[in-house]
Structures are given as structure tokens and as C-alpha cells.
């Protein structure tokens, strides 16, 4: 499989649980991005990673909120004390990315987080 | 100043009909992507444009960047069912990631 794998496909969790959430992306791609999306709008920024520095977080995310890219493979993403409004699909993407220039993204299938 | 305004946020059309929507920045843009989503699905690129006037096209979909380099369009001729989904623009922000906008949800009528 050479896509963007995530895992799990759907997480269920009661309000103030941790969860973590898991992105595997193409083998060669160095840049690896966190996505939030609700219904009806678009994708938002929530983190980048080139290999496994993390080069920007969005100022709209709660400390709440971790990422991790250890070894510049895999990512994870943590949310901790989870609240309702925390309630969206988490999606990741990587590229290759060689210049300034931004190349595309390929998308993963998504997380799709529930909060109760 | 960062965001990318896109219009119309829906669109119903027959098929066979024509289709284009629009993306709208107040300030000068290094490039622009397209996305589709299908429902239930995930963002799939399908063009970066760059130049200033660029237009590239794909089959029946055809993309243009303004002369400005504050505009973009994809304009669809003869839609199909296929052609069902979310269309989003996104453009390069600073730290070179991507910023999406509310995207223009098409559905098509048989």
C-alpha cells in the first residue's frame, strides 16, 4: 500500500478521555500535516512536521492538543482532557516536498473522532 | 488576509449542465491547489496552478489564475454524476503550509 494510512477509522470517546491517533504516510514523502475537518467546511491546519521536526503549530490549537513525529516516519496525534467540541474527522497528509514551493498533498482516509 | 473566499458555497445542477466556482484571496497568492471530496471520501489533489494567467486543463475541467494572482476558477463543462463532491481551493501560507477554503459542494441531478 504506498497511500497515507491512518488508524483507527472511527474513535468513540467519553468527555475528559485521552485519545491518540496514528498517520503513517508515504515512505519517501519528508513533510507530514495535521488536519481538523467539520461538516460542511474545509480542512484546518492544525500542525506540520518536516522529517520529524515540528516547524509550525496553528495558534487556534488548545494545549491540549500533541503531536509527535519520532523517528520523521509515522506520526501520532494526542488529545488530552477530550471536550465535545473536539468532535471532528482528523485528518493527515504528507509530500515531498524539495523547494520553497509547495507540492501536493496526499490525504489519508481520516479519523473521525466522537465525543460523548 | 490569509484566507481564501469561495463562491458559491453550493450548487445544484442537471446533468450535462455546466459548472464553475470560484476562489477569491484579498492579497497576491504564490500559487493555488484544487482539491475534490467526495462524499465520505478524502481530499484528492488535482491542480496546482502557479503563472500569473495560467489556465490548464483536464479533460472537461478547466482551471485558470487570474492575471492578479488573487482569483482562480474551475469551470466544468457537461457535468456528470462522477462530478459529485466538494470542491476546494487552497493556497500557500506562511511556513509554506496549506490553507483551505469553505469549498463549493456540487451535486448533480440525473
Known amino acids: 500500500d504506498t497511500g497515507v494510512s491512518q488508524n483507527p477509522r472511527h474513535k468513540i470517546t467519553k468527555r475528559g478521555q485521552n485519545v491518540t491517533f496514528r498517520c503513517d504516510p508515504i515512505?519517501?514523502?519528508?513533510?507530514l500535516y495535521w488536519y481538523r475537518q467539520t461538516l460542511g467546511q474545509g480542512p484546518e491546519f492544525l500542525t506540520y512536521?518536516?522529517?520529524?521536526?515540528?516547524?509550525?503549530k496553528s495558534r487556534l490549537l488548545s494545549d491540549r492538543f500533541s503531536a509527535e513525529r519520532p523517528k520523521g516516519s509515522f506520526s501520532t496525534l494526542e488529545i488530552q482532557r477530550t471536550e465535545q467540541g473536539d468532535s471532528a474527522m482528523y485528518l493527515c497528509?504528507?509530500?515531498?516536498?524539495?523547494?520553497?514551493?509547495?507540492?501536493?498533498?496526499?490525504f489519508g482516509s481520516g479519523t473521525q473522532l466522537s465525543v460523548l | 488576509g490569509q484566507q481564501v473566499m469561495q463562491i458559491p458555497q453550493y450548487q445544484h445542477v442537471q446533468e450535462g449542465e455546466d459548472f464553475t466556482t470560484y476562489c477569491n484571496s484579498s492579497?497576491?497568492?504564490?500559487?493555488i491547489q484544487w482539491y475534490k471530496q467526495r462524499p465520505g471520501g478524502h481530499p484528492v489533489f488535482l491542480i496546482q496552478?502557479?503563472?500569473?494567467?495560467e489556465v490548464k486543463k483536464q479533460k472537461r475541467l478547466t482551471f485558470q489564475f487570474g492575471e492578479a494572482k488573487k482569483n482562480s476558477s474551475l469551470h466544468i463543462t457537461a457535468t456528470q454524476t462522477t462530478d459529485v463532491g466538494t470542491y476546494f481551493c487552497?493556497?500557500?501560507?506562511?511556513?509554506?503550509?496549506?490553507?483551505f477554503g469553505e469549498g463549493t459542494q456540487l451535486t448533480v441531478n440525473p
Open positions: 496552478l502557479v503563472k500569473s494567467g
Open positions: 512536521f518536516q522529517n520529524e521536526a515540528q516547524l509550525e
Open positions: 515512505s519517501e514523502h519528508n513533510r
Open positions: 487552497a493556497r500557500e501560507t506562511s511556513g509554506s503550509r496549506l490553507t
Open positions: 497528509a504528507s509530500s515531498l516536498v524539495w523547494g520553497p514551493t509547495n507540492e501536493k498533498l496526499f
Open positions: 492579497t497576491t497568492l504564490s500559487n
